[in-house]
């Protein structure tokens, strides 16, 4: 059977990375967090000294660019491929509420969004791809065969971010995860470059009220929907 790319785009904590691990597993397919190797950027130039609160040095990110080295390794007991930044598993490290208030701000760097795009492009040139992110279906994938866009209420959505830090052990505030969420929104949606943007040929879900079982179902019917007529 023919393989087709799966671009999975929308706002944050709407559980693209979840649907997308899922829809990999059921197909067969490599899964790609496109939205962890930004992290995995923001994570390096945390370490660096490149930004914190109230700084951002970007031309010195850009400058130091070429000693990043991301690359995914399949962990088969979690059952997907882990983000590594310099041969050093950093999964868990990125996921942290301060690397999310960071994330955006990297994410607009034109140098990196060109980096990192032409590795993701690189990933899905044989197909049989499920990669999610903000821009997958309009400039990383826009001929993906299957093309979808999700997104909730940010109040939702903070709140499913808040659980699952809390379950992970950090301490953090509702109100800080809700800001967090929110302002997110507006960099990701007015950067320059590549803002996050429904493409004309997606599929939306709104997953505010929705059980995420229930959507599964019914974007994997869709999928097959796709393939079939391959």
Same mark, same amino acid.
């Given at each position: 059977?023919?393989?087709?790319?799966?671009?999975?785009?929308?706002?944050?904590?709407?559980?693209?990375?979840?649907?997308?691990?899922?829809?990999?597993? @059921?197909? +067969?397919? #490599?899964?790609?967090?496109?939205?962890?190797?930004? $992290?995995?950027?923001?994570? =390096?130039?945390?370490?660096?000294?490149? /930004?914190?609160? !109230?700084?951002? &040095?970007?031309?010195?990110?850009?400058?130091?660019?070429?000693?990043?080295?991301?690359?995914?390794?399949?962990?088969?007991? $979690? +059952?997907?491929?882990?983000?590594?930044?310099?041969?050093? !598993?950093?999964?868990?490290? /990125?996921?942290?509420?301060?690397?999310?208030?960071?994330?955006?701000? /990297?994410?607009?760097?034109?140098?990196?969004?060109?980096?990192? #795009?032409?590795?993701? *492009?690189?990933?899905?040139?044989?197909?049989?791809?499920?990669?999610?992110?903000?821009? /997958? +279906?309009?400039?990383?994938?826009?001929?993906?065969?299957?093309?979808?866009?999700?997104?909730?209420?940010?109040?939702?959505?903070?709140?499913?971010?808040?659980?699952?830090?809390?379950?992970?052990?950090?301490?953090?505030?509702?109100?800080?995860?809700? &800001? &967090?969420? #929110? @302002?997110?929104?507006?960099?990701?949606?007015?950067?320059?470059?590549?803002?996050?943007?429904?493409?004309?040929?997606?599929?939306?879900?709104?997953?505010?009220?929705?059980?995420?079982?229930?959507? =599964?179902?019914?974007?994997?019917?869709?999928?097959?929907? #796709?393939?079939? *007529?391959?």
């Amino acid at each position: 059977m023919k393989k087709i790319t799966i671009a999975i785009d929308g706002y944050s904590s709407t559980g693209k990375s979840t649907l997308a691990k899922q829809l990999a597993k @059921e197909l +067969g397919y #490599v899964y790609i967090d496109t939205g962890a190797m930004y $992290r995995a950027v923001t994570f =390096f130039a945390m370490q660096k000294g490149l /930004i914190k609160a !109230n700084y951002f &040095n970007q031309q010195g990110l850009i400058d130091a660019l070429d000693q990043i080295q991301l690359e995914f390794q399949y962990n088969p007991v $979690r +059952g997907f491929a882990e983000i590594h930044l310099n041969q050093k !598993n950093v999964e868990e490290a /990125i996921r942290t509420l301060e690397v999310s208030s960071f994330v955006s701000q /990297i994410a607009q760097v034109s140098e990196v969004r060109k980096k990192l #795009v032409e590795q993701q *492009q690189s990933f899905g040139r044989s197909k049989g791809v499920v990669m999610d992110g903000r821009d /997958i +279906g309009t400039v990383v994938f826009p001929d993906a065969e299957l093309k979808i866009f999700m997104t909730a209420s940010p109040e939702i959505r903070a709140k499913r971010r808040f659980e699952e830090l809390l379950e992970k052990g950090q301490k953090v505030r509702f109100e800080d995860v809700y &800001n &967090n969420v #929110v @302002e997110r929104d507006r960099i990701d949606t007015t950067r320059e470059d590549s803002p996050l943007v429904k493409a004309f040929d997606a599929v939306e879900f709104d997953n505010t009220n929705v059980d995420k079982e229930a959507q =599964f179902l019914q974007i994997a019917a869709l999928a097959q929907e #796709v393939l079939d *007529q391959q």
